[in-house]
């Protein structure tokens, strides 16, 4: 038995269940390496993804978000595969999938596509925070 799972079987931590997948599907998706990207934190609340997508054009790669789920997918366009006769192919062609797991709040603000790099800026906006009082009833 792992660490995360000793974590969230607590009996303090109650309904985090999905949590604990999102964290293997997190770590599952981690061991993956192609194609190579950057998170980097932009400012308080921004963060930014971005791929190395040399050689793939807007029409070829999908952004899409499925609740917390953000999946980047890229599927090279095979119609002139038989015209090329390469003397050394060192530029991955292959397709790709890389899915990230964004937290609650987490919003994503736009893609971009710039210099073989695909960026995706995300945000969390300002939320005000609320004291809930909770009346007993007898």
Avoid: C, W
């Avoid at 770590?27 to 050689?55: D, F, T």
């Avoid at 070829?60 to 390469?86: C, M, P, S």
């Amino acid at each position: 038995m792992n660490a995360r799972t000793l974590l969230f079987d607590s009996p303090f931590l109650l309904g985090f269940d999905h949590t604990r997948a999102l964290i293997d599907r997190a770590a599952k998706a981690a061991a993956e390496s192609y194609p190579p990207y950057n998170v980097e934190q932009r400012g308080e609340a921004g963060v930014r993804i971005s791929l190395a997508v040399a050689g793939f054009s807007p029409e070829e790669l999908t952004v899409t978000l499925e609740g917390r789920q953000l999946t980047i997918a890229g599927k090279r366009d095979e119609t002139n595969k038989g015209e090329q006769a390469f003397l050394h192919r060192g530029i991955a062609s292959r397709g790709f999938i890389r899915s990230f797991v964004l937290a609650d709040g987490l919003e994503v603000a736009e893609a971009r596509l710039e210099h073989g790099l695909l960026h995706v800026d995300m945000m969390r906006p300002e939320q005000d925070r609320q004291v809930q009082r909770i009346p007993i009833t007898t």
